[in-house]
């Protein structure tokens, strides 16, 4: 068995860090888009999955998720826990499966959803990804 780096009660300090809403990569989409006119609404529990952001004027719903919590797969920062593998493997599932099923059910519903990985957000290729994501929002209106 693989120990962990931290003893349990830094573990569980640090893992009740971690918040649901208004994290760091939601609040720089955020303030993206406003910087560029874009009006939304946050966290709105109308719509199934609350979407982090929620373009009324374009129908769409914009999640921003972290990596590791959401598995995004093939990507660096989704690595499987090695310790306590079964507990992490069945909840990190079940996000993916809730997310799956509140995209279709606002897809059915006639909403765009877009997704923004928390690895979209790094410097290097920050402002790239928030003009495709504009581009995607003001694409769907146009249809």
Not at 53 to 65: G, S
Not at 70 to 95: A, L, Q, S, Y
Request: a positive charge; one cysteine or more; aromatic letters at 14%.
């Amino acid at each position: 068995m693989i120990m962990d780096v931290h003893n349990k009660k830094t573990r569980s300090y640090n893992m009740s860090r971690i918040k649901g809403r208004n994290t760091k990569p939601e609040i720089l989409v955020r303030k993206y888009l406003f910087s560029k006119g874009f009006r939304y609404r946050i966290n709105d529990n109308r719509y199934p999955g609350r979407p982090d952001i929620v373009l009324p004027k374009f129908k769409t719903c914009v999640f921003v998720n972290g990596c590791f919590w959401h598995m995004h797969e093939g990507c660096k920062h989704f690595v499987w826990p090695k310790n306590n593998d079964e507990f992490w493997r069945n909840k990190i599932t079940k996000n993916a499966e809730r997310d799956r099923k509140n995209y279709d059910l606002l897809r059915a519903l006639g909403w765009h959803v877009i997704v923004i990985w928390e690895c979209q957000l790094a410097k290097n290729v920050f402002e790239r990804e928030m003009n495709g994501l504009i581009d995607d929002i003001t694409s769907y209106k146009a249809k």
